[in-house]
């Protein structure tokens, strides 16, 4: 089971569900009732799981060309010996494409029992991150398609709560949730990443730019990241004024922040994955905060 696990990168995976949660208490101002919260749970869980797993499923021949040259270690909600499992062949293509395909199925029931509008979004994240992996060796350009396959699942528990959501309010939560994962999840992945994609020829913003440009763009992502998070509260019904303000603002520039600009100016490898780790933990502060003033609402 740990090596299936492996393949879904559960510890990330987890952690990711927290910031549908937060995306749908935010919008909803209140908990939704047992039922939905129980489906959107299992619902996520089996989304995320799959869409890892799809990851190494696309992958597989690059994955066996980074194995082949030694990996580097992952960062800490990562770092486990059984990294890429399925180009290790510690599991089958058969037991990864059935892990797949249950998780995958599961994760449809659950979105039509919720909202078959959200099926679009479902099918939509599983194409684009095909997309995304056929894309390493061809352009930087996957990391933009990176921050819209991260962005599914928010927007899915947006549609699972409010039918009809405002379309600006949309978009600005697609544009921050884009500039989180971009530059605290796929730009510092890629820099513990770079000596395995450096020898398969891949194409990610370290190696196209250059270590000094990509520490740069991943502190101004969430510079810009975080400053928009001052405009979240405006999407909720919950009438906390400033200080609900205050405290997603601090939540940012208190992860975020401090360990994007140590990478800006070191360019130390270490940092990078210390990056990864805290804006990983990013969507679980947010959770607890917006849980903390449903419950005082």
Same mark, same amino acid.
């Given at each position: 089971?740990?090596?299936?696990?492996?393949?879904?990168?559960?510890?990330?995976?987890?952690?990711?569900?927290?910031?549908?949660?937060?995306?749908?208490?935010?919008?909803?101002?209140?908990?939704?009732?047992?039922?939905?919260?129980?489906?959107?749970?299992?619902?996520?869980?089996?989304?995320?799981?799959?869409?890892?797993?799809?990851?190494?499923?696309?992958?597989?021949?690059?994955?066996?060309?980074?194995?082949?040259?030694?990996?580097?270690?992952?960062?800490?909600?990562?770092?486990?010996?059984?990294?890429?499992?399925? !180009?290790?062949?510690?599991?089958?293509?058969?037991?990864?494409? !059935?892990?797949?395909?249950?998780?995958?199925?599961? !994760?449809?029931?659950?979105?039509?029992?919720?909202?078959?509008?959200?099926?679009?979004?479902?099918?939509?994240?599983?194409?684009?991150?095909?997309?995304?992996?056929?894309?390493?060796?061809?352009?930087?350009?996957?990391?933009?398609?990176?921050?819209?396959?991260?962005?599914?699942?928010?927007?899915? !528990?947006?549609?699972?709560?409010?039918?009809?959501?405002?379309?600006?309010?949309?978009?600005?939560?697609?544009?921050?949730?884009?500039?989180?994962?971009?530059?605290?999840?796929?730009?510092?992945?890629?820099?513990?990443?770079?000596?395995?994609?450096?020898?398969?020829?891949?194409?990610?913003?370290?190696?196209?730019?250059?270590?000094?440009?990509?520490?740069?763009?991943?502190?101004?992502?969430?510079?810009?990241?975080?400053?928009?998070?001052?405009?979240?509260?405006?999407?909720?019904?919950? =009438?906390?004024?400033?200080?609900?303000?205050?405290?997603?603002?601090?939540?940012?520039?208190?992860?975020?922040?401090?360990?994007?600009?140590?990478?800006?100016?070191?360019?130390?490898?270490?940092?990078?994955?210390?990056?990864?780790?805290?804006?990983?933990?990013?969507?679980? =502060?947010?959770?607890?905060?917006?849980?903390?003033?449903?419950?005082?609402?």
């Amino acid at each position: 089971m740990r090596r299936f696990l492996a393949l879904s990168r559960s510890v990330h995976g987890v952690l990711d569900i927290a910031m549908p949660g937060f995306a749908a208490l935010l919008w909803l101002g209140h908990f939704p009732s047992w039922r939905v919260l129980a489906l959107s749970l299992v619902t996520a869980l089996a989304g995320y799981t799959a869409i890892y797993a799809l990851n190494d499923l696309i992958g597989v021949k690059d994955d066996q060309e980074k194995v082949a040259g030694g990996i580097t270690p992952g960062y800490a909600v990562e770092a486990s010996a059984m990294r890429y499992p399925l !180009a290790q062949n510690l599991i089958s293509m058969k037991g990864a494409l !059935a892990w797949f395909g249950c998780w995958f199925a599961l !994760a449809v029931l659950g979105t039509w029992l919720l909202n078959p509008r959200i099926l679009l979004i479902v099918f939509a994240a599983a194409a684009l991150e095909v997309v995304y992996v056929k894309l390493l060796k061809v352009t930087w350009w996957r990391t933009v398609v990176s921050g819209l396959v991260k962005s599914a699942g928010p927007v899915a !528990a947006v549609f699972a709560v409010i039918p009809a959501p405002s379309w600006p309010g949309l978009l600005g939560l697609l544009a921050w949730l884009m500039l989180w994962e971009i530059g605290g999840q796929n730009i510092p992945a890629d820099w513990n990443d770079i000596e395995e994609d450096r020898r398969i020829g891949a194409r990610t913003i370290p190696l196209v730019f250059g270590l000094r440009t990509a520490g740069v763009l991943a502190a101004v992502s969430l510079g810009v990241a975080v400053l928009v998070s001052l405009l979240l509260p405006s999407m909720s019904p919950l =009438a906390s004024g400033w200080p609900f303000q205050l405290a997603i603002f601090a939540a940012g520039a208190g992860l975020l922040l401090p360990p994007a600009l140590r990478l800006a100016r070191t360019l130390d490898g270490r940092q990078a994955a210390r990056l990864f780790d805290r804006a990983s933990l990013y969507p679980l =502060a947010l959770l607890a905060i917006v849980t903390v003033f449903v419950l005082i609402h």
